[in-house]
């Protein structure tokens, strides 16, 4: 995809959604942490529910431990992998405690020093909690970066590293948010919905679906 191509895809999908947020809910940088640590291998509604009856009686670091593990998982246990992410929490929440004043350090090391915290997960952080120009690439970012030609590549730092050097400045900071959606509800795995998608003249995949199944 050259490089008119990609400033067009990206006017599109800002034209389209020009604020465009996490479908995680969260109300702080803490909240946020724990609601990405908590969304590997699950849905954001799932993990919503949950923190929607966790967060209103555990949203520092301090007030998480207090709960212990037993506490902790009593709210997450309708999550996959929830027993290893309670320790993961908690962890980390002690960590947050001893070493960053029970403050969420807006650094990628002290980040990815953490327990179950990946790049992915601390780009994420970074971009949206502060600001900082990253892209986290998940399975969805993968697929529509290598779909449509925007940002091709066989590994996941491939395609983020890719998508840093093509993406045009300006839209670096929401770029993480546009295609993240775009994958979830658009660009689907199985079967790309192409009959309604918004940049569907710029992608540059070849097995396009343009009519949906039912028609």
């Given at each position: 995809?050259?490089?008119?191509k990609r ?8 034209e389209?959604?020009?604020?465009p947020?996490?479908?995680l809910e969260y109300s702080?940088p803490?909240?946020?942490l724990?609601a990405?640590l908590?969304?590997a291998q ?5 993990v ?5 009856r966790l ?8 007030a998480?431990?207090a ?10 246990k309708?999550?996959g992998l929830y ?8 962890q980390?929440?002690r960590?947050l405690?001893?070493?960053h ?6 650094d990628?090391?002290a980040?990815e020093?953490?327990p179950?915290v990946g790049?992915?997960t601390a780009n994420v ?8 120009p990253t892209?986290?690439?998940?399975t969805?970012i ?9 940002a ?8 983020e590293?890719?998508?840093?050097k093509?993406v ?10 546009w295609?993240i959606l775009h ?11 192409c009959?309604?998608?918004v940049i ?7 097995d396009k ?7």
């Amino acid at each position: 995809m050259n490089a008119a191509k990609r400033r067009a895809l990206f006017e599109t999908l800002r034209e389209n959604n020009p604020t465009p947020t996490s479908d995680l809910e969260y109300s702080s940088p803490f909240e946020l942490l724990i609601a990405v640590l908590l969304s590997a291998q699950a849905t954001d509604a799932g993990v919503n529910k949950a923190t929607r009856r966790l967060f209103p009686v555990a949203n520092t670091p301090a007030a998480m431990l207090a709960l212990g593990e037993d506490g902790l998982i009593e709210y997450i246990k309708t999550i996959g992998l929830y027993k290893t992410k309670a320790k993961h929490v908690l962890q980390t929440c002690r960590i947050l405690v001893e070493q960053h004043g029970g403050k969420v350090p807006a650094d990628r090391q002290a980040l990815e020093a953490l327990p179950g915290v990946g790049r992915k997960t601390a780009n994420v952080v970074l971009n949206i909690a502060f600001g900082h120009p990253t892209i986290a690439v998940d399975t969805h970012i993968f697929r529509v970066g290598n779909r449509t030609g925007l940002a091709p590549g066989k590994t996941v730092q491939a395609v983020e590293m890719k998508l840093l050097k093509v993406v045009p400045e300006e839209f670096l900071q929401d770029a993480h948010h546009w295609l993240i959606l775009h994958g979830r509800y658009v660009c689907k795995a199985r079967r790309p919905e192409c009959w309604h998608c918004v940049i569907e003249p710029l992608c540059e995949y070849r097995d396009k679906v343009l009519t949906p199944p039912d028609a």
